[in-house]
């Protein structure tokens, strides 16, 4: 396994914080950057990071897909721009693309960033009681059914030229893992959601990112569910919950109820051998409102975090 961290694509402190952790696997986001999935954007980004001793071996970042979600006009060319990316990822050998299916219409979605955690520290979480109070997204005619059906479409097109391009498609689940969220229905919420999608392609590169928070928020148990899946894990966001798909903390790695050296050794019995990487660390003293310490991505909580999963490693 090799342990990672999410990077933004040009040198900052996280970077040389990043080496001094001994940590040569990165992940990038690209943060809303115009057209980044054409060759010439990310060759020069894959150049960067090698030029500063790292191997940028996942894209975590999605192009717009919400045409395609939803099955309206324009999906077609949603499709090709996934299909550029892929084979552009293919060339200059970036192994996997995480994304989440409806992270567009409505996305990630947590109803708390500062909840008392351990000596002040502050943690992130959901409470499915707020979204009572929202309107309905405007997207929320949209049924369970469709969803299938439009997922299925894009898997059809895409899975294929991941196949070609020898590049991981490792789908993210829906966060939080409930459906329906803002009156909009959601397709990857459980282990049986996973099973069907896997079923829809018979291929290798048709994979899996375990988030561990979310497999934890459905109730399954993390070994078994790394046991059943096996090959098909090809990313893993090491993190864990307090809580249920209604209602969750995202806590520090060492205090939540999974069993994490168990998590690790699970991996290792289904031989993954790719990038695993903290993620939704609680925000320390001292770390402010910046961007780059923005809730869940803030540096100190990284810091313990990846000597913890060293530490489980070793």
């Given amino acids: 396994m090799q342990p ?10 996280r970077w040389t914080i990043a080496k001094q952790l001994g940590v040569d696997s990165a992940v990038v986001r690209f ?14 980004t894959v150049a960067r990071f ?3 001793g790292f191997d940028l071996d996942v894209v ?4 717009p897909m919400e045409k395609t979600v939803l099955g309206e006009d324009g999906r077609d060319e949603e499709i090709e721009t996934v299909k550029t990316l892929i084979r552009n990822m293919g060339r200059l050998d970036i ?6 299916w409806t992270e567009n219409p409505v ?17 992130i979480g959901f409470d499915s009681e707020w979204l009572e109070r929202a309107p309905d997204h405007p997207a929320a005619g949209i049924t369970e059914a469709e969803l299938r059906e439009n997922l299925e479409y894009f898997l ?17 689940p829906d966060d939080p893992p409930r459906s329906p969220i803002r009156g909009v229905p959601r397709i990857v919420t459980s282990v049986e959601d996973y099973r069907w999608i896997l079923d829809l392609h018979d291929s290798p590169r048709h994979g899996i990112t375990f988030c561990q928070g979310n497999f934890s928020a459905m109730g399954a148990d993390i070994p078994e569910t790394i046991g059943e899946f096996g090959d098909r894990i090809h990313f893993v966001h ?77």
């Avoid at 057209?35 to 020069?44: A, M, N, S």
């Avoid at 895409?158 to 590049?167: D, F, I, K, L, Q």
Wanted: proline share 7%; net charge negative.
């Fill in 60 to 63: 975590e970042d999605r192009p």
């Fill in 4 to 13: 990672a961290l999410i990077l933004p694509p040009r040198p900052d402190e």
């Fill in 95 to 100: 192994d996997t693309y995480c994304w989440v």
């Fill in 238 to 314: 090491f993190r864990d919950v307090a809580g249920d798909s209604d209602s969750f903390v995202e806590t520090w790695h060492d205090e939540g109820p999974t069993d994490m050296k168990a998590a690790i050794e699970a991996y290792r019995e289904v031989g993954f051998d790719g990038p695993i990487r903290p993620d939704h660390v609680p925000r320390m003293v001292g770390e402010d409102d910046r961007e780059e310490a923005m809730a869940g991505y803030t540096n100190m909580g990284r810091l313990f975090a990846i000597g913890y999963i060293q530490g489980l490693l070793e």
């Fill in 50 to 52: 090698r030029d500063h």
């Fill in 156 to 172: 059809d097109r895409v899975v294929p030229v991941a196949e070609v391009a020898g590049v991981n498609l490792a789908l993210h």
């Fill in 107 to 123: 996305g990630v979605v947590r109803t708390s960033d500062s909840l008392p955690g351990r000596g002040g520290s502050e943690m």
């Fill in 31 to 44: 943060w809303g950057e115009e057209e980044w999935w054409e060759f010439d954007h990310l060759q020069r």
